[in-house]
């Protein structure tokens, strides 16, 4: 009987304990749940992962594309002409339009140009010319500039004091001078602003006088009589210069039967 009471006893223990390690595993597993479910819901509570993030590399940018190049300057806009003004008249009076002169300042056009130099640079340049060859006169210089043709100086031949001379021995092309032809009483195509001359020096006026001398103008033009020589600032029958003229109306005084003129162009007017 005592045997069977301690069997009881023992079993009893054994059943307490396995109950209460049910409860407290039940227990355990229910806390962890909350705990889970409350970090969850509270990410401040999540472990930190001490597991350092490596470093992001920034994307190499994707060139932006090179800015287009500057634009030329246009050149186009640089050939214009306006009448006398008196800011101008001030700058001819006395020298190439002298008291006297025939020639109506509203018959004249004060032309801006700009030229390839000798220097194979690009200069302003200004000529005064005959309303009536006007348009003629940007027309051929935007073309002679188009194909690079050098010209050393077109300047207004009253930066020369009016002296035709000095304006040719410094090689320079201009128009309008109210003048005579050389060693005449004959007005000029010049002094009607329908002549114009080009790189003066290397293209003079020259001719053999009654008396057998030879007149050549600018006097220092002495190289440039032999036209069977090369040089590449001689006018010529044919060549560029020669051809832009002569589309435009004009006639040239290298192809005169006696007189040669060889920097000289003009054009006839009704």
Same mark, same amino acid.
């Given at each position: $009987?005592?045997?069977?009471?301690?069997?009881?006893?023992?079993?009893?223990?054994?059943?307490?304990?396995?109950?209460?390690?049910?409860?407290?595993?039940?227990?355990?597993?229910?806390?962890?749940?909350?705990e889970e479910k409350q970090m969850e819901d509270n990410p401040m509570l999540k472990p930190i992962d001490e597991t350092p993030?490596?470093?992001? =590399?920034?994307?190499?940018?994707?060139?932006?594309?090179?800015?287009?190049?500057?634009?030329?300057?246009?050149?186009?806009?640089?050939?214009? $002409?306006?009448?006398?003004?008196?800011?101008? +008249?001030?700058?001819? @009076?006395?020298?190439?339009?002298?008291?006297?002169?025939?020639?109506? +300042?509203?018959?004249?056009?004060?032309?801006?140009?700009?030229?390839?130099?000798?220097?194979?640079?690009?200069?302003e340049g200004e000529i005064i010319v005959n309303k009536a060859i006007a348009d003629d006169t940007l027309e051929i210089f935007?073309?002679?500039?188009? =194909? @690079?043709?050098?010209?050393?100086? =077109?300047?207004?031949?009253?930066?020369?004091?009016?002296?035709?001379?000095?304006?040719?021995?410094?090689?320079?092309?201009?128009?309008?001078? *109210?003048?005579?032809?050389?060693?005449?009483?004959?007005?000029?195509?010049?002094? +009607?602003?329908?002549?114009?001359? =080009?790189?003066?020096?290397?293209?003079?006026?020259? *001719?053999?006088?009654?008396?057998?001398?030879?007149?050549?103008?600018?006097?220092?033009?002495?190289?440039?009589?032999?036209?069977?020589?090369?040089?590449?600032?001689?006018?010529?029958n044919g060549d560029p210069c020669y051809n832009i003229f002569i589309a435009h109306g004009f006639t040239w005084g290298g192809?005169?039967?006696?007189?040669?003129?060889?920097?000289?162009?003009?054009?006839?007017?009704?």
């Open positions: $009987m005592a045997k069977k009471i301690l069997y009881i006893f023992i079993f009893t223990i054994l059943a307490g304990v396995l109950i209460f390690s049910t409860v407290m595993m039940i227990k355990f597993f229910n806390e962890a749940a909350e993030t490596p470093t992001e =590399i920034p994307a190499t940018p994707t060139p932006s594309p090179s800015p287009s190049p500057v634009p030329e300057k246009n050149y186009d806009e640089e050939f214009y $002409m306006t009448e006398i003004t008196d800011e101008i +008249l001030e700058r001819i @009076k006395g020298k190439s339009y002298p008291e006297g002169a025939t020639v109506s +300042l509203d018959d004249l056009r004060w032309c801006h140009v700009v030229h390839y130099g000798f220097d194979g640079e690009i200069h935007k073309e002679l500039f188009d =194909i @690079k043709y050098e010209i050393e100086k =077109i300047r207004l031949i009253d930066e020369y004091d009016a002296d035709d001379e000095r304006s040719m021995e410094d090689n320079n092309s201009s128009s309008f001078c *109210y003048r005579t032809i050389a060693e005449t009483t004959v007005l000029s195509n010049h002094a +009607l602003g329908l002549a114009i001359d =080009i790189n003066t020096l290397y293209n003079p006026y020259v *001719y053999t006088r009654k008396d057998g001398s030879l007149f050549l103008q600018p006097e220092n033009a002495t190289d440039y009589v032999d036209r069977e020589k090369e040089n590449p600032h001689f006018i010529k192809d005169w039967n006696t007189k040669k003129d060889y920097q000289h162009f003009e054009k006839s007017i009704d």
